[in-house]
């Protein structure tokens, strides 16, 4: 089945930083990567997400980058606020439309 | 958006009862749903898929008699932890896809606190 590597598991950055989390993942016919905000006690609220015909997507100051050889992903949030402070998950879709989830990544913003 | 309502968002019972934890989608029909458990500070783990009218699909390591999955309806999932322990405690989370049209994506519920004492 699917395997979802994710780092780094821990990320503080200054206020106005970028901040990245890269993923891989290990079956290549996996074709649907979503990235999940996760605040604590909450649902997973997704932030982005990209399908494998596509190398890259933006939304205003986050964006994902889908390197399909290599396979591997990653999220890139511009000019970090301290509201983006929250664990990140990374997923990959596998057969029978089942989500496998990264083991995240806390992201803290520091003002 | 679509919507899934998840209830209660937190039960503490004590530990040989059961529990039942209730998935539903508001404004569309969820023909699969996904249960999840997710641990303090670790990730969301699959614990098992259900199909509408079908026999929900348990992961390696999952017990099907221990966590009961009735997916009857296209907009009702039920989770019922059998016989809880405190290793059960958790915090469970559905999430609904429908097989209607193109790909939607995935709706989570608010998720629930098990706590077994």
């Known amino acids: 089945g699917e395997n979802v590597e994710q780092h780094p598991s821990t990320l503080s950055v200054q206020e106005g930083d970028s901040a990245v989390i890269k993923c891989t993942y290990s079956d290549s016919a996996s074709n649907y990567f979503p990235w999940y905000k996760q605040e604590l006690g909450k649902r997973p609220q997704l932030i982005i997400d990209?399908?494998?015909?596509?190398g890259e997507k933006k939304d205003q100051r986050i964006a994902v980058t889908l390197n399909k050889t290599a396979k591997h992903f990653s999220l890139h949030i511009t000019e970090t606020q301290p509201e983006d402070s929250a664990v990140y998950f990374c997923?990959?879709?596998?057969?029978?439309?089942?989500?496998?989830f990264g083991a995240g990544t806390i992201l803290r913003v520091k003002s | 958006g679509a919507v899934v309502s998840q209830h209660p968002s937190w039960v503490i019972c004590k530990s040989g009862t059961s529990v039942k934890i209730e998935c539903r989608s508001l404004?569309?029909?969820?023909?699969?749903m996904f249960w999840y458990r997710q641990f303090p500070k670790q990730s969301l783990m699959l614990m098992a898929t259900s199909n509408e009218g079908s026999k929900a699909t348990y992961e390696q390591g999952v017990e099907k008699d221990k966590f009961l999955i009735n997916h009857a309806s296209l907009t009702l999932s039920t989770l019922t932890v059998t016989s809880a322990h405190p290793e059960d405690s958790s915090f469970y989370i559905c999430?609904?896809?429908?097989?209607?049209?193109?790909?939607?994506?995935?709706?989570f519920g608010s998720g629930t606190r098990l706590t077994v004492v």
């Open positions: 997923a990959a879709m596998e057969y029978g439309n089942k989500l496998v």
């Open positions: 990209i399908r494998s015909n596509v």
């Open positions: 999430s609904a896809q429908s097989s209607q049209g193109a790909f939607y994506g995935y709706t």
């Open positions: 404004d569309f029909q969820a023909t699969t």
